[in-house]
């Protein structure tokens, strides 16, 4: 896993004409760390009660079960520790005039492009729990069902400004988009 | 919904919705039953579903009422035919100036509608039965996914029509005049049960009004492939699965029938018994390969023809089939790529399949040649690509390899088999009676095969980009393991790109990069390519996309 301090992008190796992409320019709004750690936590927490309480009825438990409760127990503080600060780090995304730009992940990282001239389809949703946090995913969708973009976890009002920016960009540009 | 009032709105003619099913349907509607042969394939489609449970009941109620049980015979029969009538007697379809409109259903009234202009296909199907009536099965993409329209029997000059009114041919109008083939020296049009209205062998070039230009016919010696072809023999194998269910309840298939014959067996010589039982398996082998390959493929032409939205444009059009004809439209302006498969076994005979990938057609990858030699797939496949496609020549270029961290990636990938087996392996151990020796075979085993195939595909992996005038024109990605697999995308069908890192790939610096695309399989993947040759090759297929993102050129790691 790549420390705090590193650059979050490896730089290509020596190459002739070298092609980085830059970070896109914005982050998703701060109250998207709390978000993921409660999600997390609810979602990681279940199995582990499970087991713990399965652990302190079985009496006569072999080691690997204790193995397994801890292992599990890690994973749930990973989930809620670590992993929040890092992929708010990672988040980020950008639209351009003529393009959309995200950058999602924490362990796998993806990277999205793509032109605005190809967009179909601009929607934004909100869970219940997002409307705590009071944030808002959007999803900009071009004719590939591998190609969806999401911005997740923005400011509700800014992404509600975003889809109406965007929907009147890609309005004005009407063509197949294939 | 099964609610038998008419439906909200009020179209301009009386809706024929709540009208008694029975009644003839009034022309100036416009609506148009089935064929009437539907009568004769709705019952007979009913038994076919039904036939297996039908048996089992039949042998249950059999069992014990003996004879008695074949009064339920005409009762099924009845049954098929009332069920089977009720498409016929409940599906009416109709064109009108903007839309083609099917309604069906009886209890689930459902509707259908296809504007005209999103009509993108309209492909034939003919089983055995429908050419022994003369009507066949129209079908209508409109480029909406799973919503296909479907005419389950109409005659053979009402598909034509059907055809000709919305796929409008811009050369010949809508003049639905269907000449006879003449002569067709190929095996090809015997075959096809509504032979193509052009002459085959029609001038190779452009196609002009009404011509057709062949692409590829069948050869016999493609035959050769059909035994190569292992994606059959799966089926079969599949097959065998579901039937060897049946042999259980045959009385000579017990147990003790088969441990006697095996002694007997036994007592003979067992090299010699070996032999013939493979010569026996390879021989079914090449029976049952080369009958399928003749009842896919008897007949198989395709060709160019005029047809499409807009003056000029041509449509690929396949016709194939010994028992089940099937005729399949491409619209050529939708054909963003092909895909070149050289499958395990047929690359060494030099053996191919290729593909289309199309936008707007439902499952966007279209069989167009059967296996056939590598040279005539690659020549379809530039063919199709379009005209300046064999100067680019995407299907032979040769592919960049993605280097060492790509291969040992490949290597770790396979050697996974080699732990999960050989973990089981050992702790098949812990089981008395299993031989010490036991894991080390299991391990050898996977550890070759995973040696062989991480080489395999670690050979086959690798991308290009061809250039026309400077311009791009193809992005092409290789793959597989044992089959090898060329994806060639136009770069102008690429809508947008993912670069993928997983924990892994990061610390390597590779990437998997994915040009998006509305057609085919809707991405086209070029696996652990190093991270900067990566978005390289995607800033040289789509120029200027990246351009905005682009980071300054020197940083420091």
Redesign the interface.
Same mark, same amino acid.
């Given at each position: 896993m790549s420390t705090p301090t590193s650059p979050p992008r490896q730089d290509p190796p020596a190459d002739p004409t070298p092609v980085a992409l830059r970070l896109p320019a914005h982050q998703v709004s701060p109250r998207a760390r709390g978000y993921w750690r409660l999600t997390a936590a609810l979602a990681t927490s279940l199995p582990v009660i499970g087991l713990a309480v399965a652990w302190v009825l079985w009496g006569e438990r072999p080691w690997w079960f204790t193995l397994l409760l801890v292992a599990s127990v890690v994973v749930l503080l990973v989930e809620v520790v670590v992993m929040p600060p890092l992929r708010y780090r990672i988040h980020r995304w950008e639209v351009t005039g003529d393009a959309v730009h995200t950058r999602s992940g924490w362990l796998s990282i993806d990277e999205r492009v793509a032109p605005l001239s190809r967009v179909q389809t601009v929607d934004s949703s909100q869970g219940p729990i997002q409307r705590m946090f009071r944030l808002r995913s959007l999803t900009v969708t071009t004719a590939s069902a591998a190609g969806p973009i999401s911005i997740e976890c923005l400011d509700e009002q800014l992404a509600r400004e975003l889809v109406a920016d965007l929907t009147a960009i890609t309005s004005a540009t009407r063509d197949d988009a294939t | 919904m099964s609610e038998p009032h008419p439906p909200p709105y009020a179209p301009p003619h009386p809706p024929p919705y709540d009208r008694p099913v029975d009644r003839p349907v009034d022309p100036d509607d416009g609506w148009t039953r089935l064929d009437k042969r539907m009568l004769v394939i709705g019952p007979v489609r009913v038994l076919g579903q039904f036939a297996f449970p039908l048996l089992l009941g039949f042998i249950g109620i059999g069992t014990q009422m003996g004879p008695w049980a074949l009064l339920f015979v005409p009762i099924a029969v009845v049954a098929a035919c009332v069920l089977g009538a009720i498409p016929w007697l409940t599906t009416y379809y109709r064109q009108t100036a903007t839309h083609f409109e099917v309604r069906r259903g009886l209890l689930n009234r459902t509707n259908q509608t296809a504007p005209l202009d999103r009509v993108r296909s309209v492909d034939q199907t003919a089983s055995l039965l429908h050419r022994v009536l003369g009507v066949t099965k129209v079908e209508i993409g409109t480029g909406v996914d799973d919503s296909r329209i479907t005419l389950d029997v109409v005659t053979a000059p009402e598909a034509h029509r059907l055809q000709v009114a919305l796929l409008p041919r811009t050369a010949e109008g809508a003049g639905p005049a269907p000449t006879p083939a003449v002569g067709g020296g190929e095996a090809a049009a015997d075959a096809s049960p509504y032979p193509p209205e052009a002459v085959p062998g029609a001038p190779v070039g452009v196609p002009g009004p009404g011509a057709e230009q062949v692409l590829a016919t069948l050869r016999w010696s493609w035959l050769r492939f059909a035994p190569l072809s292992l994606a059959r023999l799966a089926i079969v194998a599949g097959a065998f699965g579901a039937g060897s269910q049946f042999f259980d309840d045959l009385p000579i298939f017990d147990t003790e029938h088969a441990s006697a014959l095996w002694d007997w067996l036994g007592r003979q010589f067992l090299p010699l018994l070996l032999l013939v039982v493979a010569v026996v398996l390879l021989v079914l082998w090449l029976v049952i390969s080369l009958t399928g390959y003749v009842v896919q493929w008897a007949g198989f032409r395709l060709v160019r023809e005029p047809g499409g939205r807009r003056p000029g444009d041509t449509s690929l059009h396949l016709r194939a089939g010994l028992l089940t004809t099937r005729s399949v439209t491409v619209e050529e302006r #939708?054909v #963003?790529g092909v895909e070149l498969v050289e499958p395990a076994l047929m690359r060494f005979a030099d053996g191919a399949e290729l593909s289309t990938l199309a %936008? &707007?057609v439902e499952n966007g990858t279209t069989k167009v040649l059967p296996s056939c030699p590598l040279d005539v797939a690659v020549a379809v496949g530039h063919d199709v690509l379009g005209p300046d496609a064999a100067a680019a020549a995407p299907l032979t270029t040769p592919l960049v390899q993605h280097g060492p961290g790509a291969r040992r990636r490949a290597h770790v990938r396979w050697q996974w088999s080699t732990l999960i087996f050989g973990t089981a392996a050992l702790a098949a151990l812990l089981v008395d009676g299993t031989p010490g020796w036991a894991p080390v075979p299991v391990v050898v085993f996977f550890a070759v095969l995973g040696v062989a195939g991480a080489e395999s595909s670690y050979r086959n992996l690798g991308h290009a980009l061809t250039t026309l005038d400077g311009r791009p024109r193809h992005l092409v990605a290789g793959s597989g393991a044992f089959a090898r697999t060329r994806t060639v995308l136009e770069a102008e &069908?690429v809508? @947008?790109?993912?670069?993928? $890192?997983? *924990?892994f $790939?990061?610390?390597t &610096?590779l990437a998997d990069l994915?040009a !998006? !695309?509305?057609?085919g399989g809707?991405?086209v993947r070029v696996r652990d390519v190093?991270? @900067?040759?990566g978005? #390289?090759l995607a800033?040289a297929a %789509?120029p200027g =996309? =990246?351009t905005? *993102?682009?980071?300054?050129?020197a940083?420091? !790691?």
């Amino acid at each position: 896993m790549s420390t705090p301090t590193s650059p979050p992008r490896q730089d290509p190796p020596a190459d002739p004409t070298p092609v980085a992409l830059r970070l896109p320019a914005h982050q998703v709004s701060p109250r998207a760390r709390g978000y993921w750690r409660l999600t997390a936590a609810l979602a990681t927490s279940l199995p582990v009660i499970g087991l713990a309480v399965a652990w302190v009825l079985w009496g006569e438990r072999p080691w690997w079960f204790t193995l397994l409760l801890v292992a599990s127990v890690v994973v749930l503080l990973v989930e809620v520790v670590v992993m929040p600060p890092l992929r708010y780090r990672i988040h980020r995304w950008e639209v351009t005039g003529d393009a959309v730009h995200t950058r999602s992940g924490w362990l796998s990282i993806d990277e999205r492009v793509a032109p605005l001239s190809r967009v179909q389809t601009v929607d934004s949703s909100q869970g219940p729990i997002q409307r705590m946090f009071r944030l808002r995913s959007l999803t900009v969708t071009t004719a590939s069902a591998a190609g969806p973009i999401s911005i997740e976890c923005l400011d509700e009002q800014l992404a509600r400004e975003l889809v109406a920016d965007l929907t009147a960009i890609t309005s004005a540009t009407r063509d197949d988009a294939t | 919904m099964s609610e038998p009032h008419p439906p909200p709105y009020a179209p301009p003619h009386p809706p024929p919705y709540d009208r008694p099913v029975d009644r003839p349907v009034d022309p100036d509607d416009g609506w148009t039953r089935l064929d009437k042969r539907m009568l004769v394939i709705g019952p007979v489609r009913v038994l076919g579903q039904f036939a297996f449970p039908l048996l089992l009941g039949f042998i249950g109620i059999g069992t014990q009422m003996g004879p008695w049980a074949l009064l339920f015979v005409p009762i099924a029969v009845v049954a098929a035919c009332v069920l089977g009538a009720i498409p016929w007697l409940t599906t009416y379809y109709r064109q009108t100036a903007t839309h083609f409109e099917v309604r069906r259903g009886l209890l689930n009234r459902t509707n259908q509608t296809a504007p005209l202009d999103r009509v993108r296909s309209v492909d034939q199907t003919a089983s055995l039965l429908h050419r022994v009536l003369g009507v066949t099965k129209v079908e209508i993409g409109t480029g909406v996914d799973d919503s296909r329209i479907t005419l389950d029997v109409v005659t053979a000059p009402e598909a034509h029509r059907l055809q000709v009114a919305l796929l409008p041919r811009t050369a010949e109008g809508a003049g639905p005049a269907p000449t006879p083939a003449v002569g067709g020296g190929e095996a090809a049009a015997d075959a096809s049960p509504y032979p193509p209205e052009a002459v085959p062998g029609a001038p190779v070039g452009v196609p002009g009004p009404g011509a057709e230009q062949v692409l590829a016919t069948l050869r016999w010696s493609w035959l050769r492939f059909a035994p190569l072809s292992l994606a059959r023999l799966a089926i079969v194998a599949g097959a065998f699965g579901a039937g060897s269910q049946f042999f259980d309840d045959l009385p000579i298939f017990d147990t003790e029938h088969a441990s006697a014959l095996w002694d007997w067996l036994g007592r003979q010589f067992l090299p010699l018994l070996l032999l013939v039982v493979a010569v026996v398996l390879l021989v079914l082998w090449l029976v049952i390969s080369l009958t399928g390959y003749v009842v896919q493929w008897a007949g198989f032409r395709l060709v160019r023809e005029p047809g499409g939205r807009r003056p000029g444009d041509t449509s690929l059009h396949l016709r194939a089939g010994l028992l089940t004809t099937r005729s399949v439209t491409v619209e050529e302006r #939708r054909v #963003r790529g092909v895909e070149l498969v050289e499958p395990a076994l047929m690359r060494f005979a030099d053996g191919a399949e290729l593909s289309t990938l199309a %936008t &707007g057609v439902e499952n966007g990858t279209t069989k167009v040649l059967p296996s056939c030699p590598l040279d005539v797939a690659v020549a379809v496949g530039h063919d199709v690509l379009g005209p300046d496609a064999a100067a680019a020549a995407p299907l032979t270029t040769p592919l960049v390899q993605h280097g060492p961290g790509a291969r040992r990636r490949a290597h770790v990938r396979w050697q996974w088999s080699t732990l999960i087996f050989g973990t089981a392996a050992l702790a098949a151990l812990l089981v008395d009676g299993t031989p010490g020796w036991a894991p080390v075979p299991v391990v050898v085993f996977f550890a070759v095969l995973g040696v062989a195939g991480a080489e395999s595909s670690y050979r086959n992996l690798g991308h290009a980009l061809t250039t026309l005038d400077g311009r791009p024109r193809h992005l092409v990605a290789g793959s597989g393991a044992f089959a090898r697999t060329r994806t060639v995308l136009e770069a102008e &069908g690429v809508i @947008g790109w993912v670069v993928e $890192q997983s *924990f892994f $790939q990061r610390r390597t &610096g590779l990437a998997d990069l994915v040009a !998006t !695309t509305a057609a085919g399989g809707e991405s086209v993947r070029v696996r652990d390519v190093d991270l @900067g040759v990566g978005l #390289r090759l995607a800033d040289a297929a %789509t120029p200027g =996309l =990246l351009t905005p *993102f682009r980071a300054a050129p020197a940083r420091a !790691t």
